[in-house]
């Protein structure tokens, strides 16, 4: 595409912070209310109010008409590489089973463990790559991809492949995140230790600097050994998340703040002491209201955690057992209705505190100079509908690294 120059719009610039927005600063979108923006190549090239300087010259002029101008979303959590269907599950889910009854007999996570170890890394790339591409439908730009459906280290690393190859075949960038401590597998010996011993040092050898993730809950892992785990994540030099309080508020949050996490994921059932504890350090909350809009109609309350100082993400969580979700517009209506959280700070949430939960805040997030061209172009002049309207289509103009987005999803295998 030739350089661009989108003028007359109304630019939700996410711009001037060099951490993430925290307490009231997560309302403050940095909005110039007409402006310009200049794309070079795959970067944004410069920024500003009113009319451009007259000494630009670009290939091609867009007149957006007052339109908003924002970052595309980014989804700091998501498990979109598996196999298989967990369609049954579901029907049992809707007939009142508990999710944690399902994973104690062997079902939940496990059932999706067993279809990825009978899938090569051709399929599970084929499969990624297709649900890659309902992301970006819904003009996400920037998506996190965990593993922990293999347990073992062949399979774990055969995830991470997989995620490898898809971010290589795909025009938005695409991070991968090691969760090894996800279930029990209880058909392997000394699983936990093989996990910390083995298999999470394989996986930092083979991606160095990778982020690590851990379940911690009843029925999946306990806080003692994922302590241990996290602890040798840092060790091999792997930042580290922790998936919390999704059902039972077991210490996580403490946790992971005392070993400075970049993140604590879920917070349903965080207690307002923890929800304090978490306000008051550098670790970021995310928020993934898509599952209890799935599961069972329990939310966090980010209300409280803004208002205590904190700073929050909000991501989709798209998985095939709690949230079967690639849309980020439905995930920040649902925060803003059950979880307390302005459009604007939901705005924020799906974008520049997003990108900080990932270390990317120096590419992705914000609209400002040097930054990736990720930009999608509204069709209407106010941002915060986005949030108003309950899963809105994609925006009509979607640039991925100064590229307009090609709207094409295939199936999966």
């Excluded at 595409?1 to 940095?30: C, F, I, K, Q, Y």
Aim: net charge negative; aromatic share 4%; with cysteine.
């Amino acid at each position: 595409m030739p350089d661009l120059l989108l003028v007359n719009a109304r630019l939700v610039t996410l711009a001037g912070h060099e951490g993430p927005r925290r307490g009231a600063s997560m309302g403050d979108l940095a909005v110039i209310d007409r402006g310009w923006l200049s794309i070079e190549g795959d970067r944004i090239a410069a920024i500003g109010p009113d009319q451009p300087p007259e000494n630009l010259k670009p290939d091609a002029v867009l007149d957006v008409e007052g339109r908003a101008v924002l970052p595309s979303w980014v989804d700091c959590h998501t498990h979109a590489c598996w196999a298989g269907s967990r369609i049954d599950e579901w029907s049992s889910l809707m007939q009142g089973t508990p999710y944690l009854e399902l994973l104690k007999a062997g079902g939940g996570i496990m059932s999706t463990v067993e279809a990825v170890r009978e899938a090569n890394g051709p399929q599970l790339t084929a499969n990624l790559l297709a649900r890659v591409g309902r992301h970006r439908l819904l003009a996400t730009g920037t998506l996190e991809v965990k593993s922990g459906y293999g347990l073992n280290t062949e399979a774990e690393l055969r995830m991470l492949g997989a995620v490898h190859d898809a971010s290589r075949a795909t025009d938005i960038l695409v991070t991968g995140t090691f969760l090894g401590a996800h279930a029990l597998d209880p058909t392997q010996e000394d699983f936990i230790e093989r996990t910390i011993s083995e298999t999470l040092p394989a996986v930092a050898e083979e991606f160095p600097g990778i982020p690590c993730d851990a379940y911690l809950e009843e029925g999946a892992w306990s806080l003692e050994d994922t302590r241990r785990y996290l602890e040798r994540a840092l060790d091999c030099g792997c930042p580290i998340r922790l998936h919390a309080d999704q059902f039972n508020s077991l210490g996580g949050v403490p946790l992971a703040v005392e070993l400075g996490a970049r993140s604590v994921d879920h917070l349903e059932a965080t207690s307002a002491h923890d929800q304090r504890v978490l306000a008051e350090s550098d670790t970021i909350g995310v928020l993934l209201p898509v599952s209890g809009f799935h599961l069972d109609g329990r939310w966090a309350n980010g209300r409280a955690i803004i208002d205590a100082g904190g700073a929050l993400a909000v991501a989709t969580n798209d998985n095939p057992g709690s949230a079967p979700c690639p849309s980020m517009p439905m995930a920040l209506a649902l925060a803003c209705r059950r979880c307390g959280l302005s459009p604007e700070e939901a705005i924020t949430a799906g974008t520049w505190n997003a990108a900080c939960v990932l270390g990317l805040q120096d590419e992705v997030g914000a609209l400002a100079p040097g930054m990736r061209a990720n930009v999608q172009i509204l069709d209407v002049p106010d941002e915060r509908l986005l949030c108003w309207e309950v899963a809105p289509p994609p925006p009509p103009v979607l640039l991925v690294s100064g590229q307009p987005t090609r709207f094409e999803v295939d199936g999966a295998e």
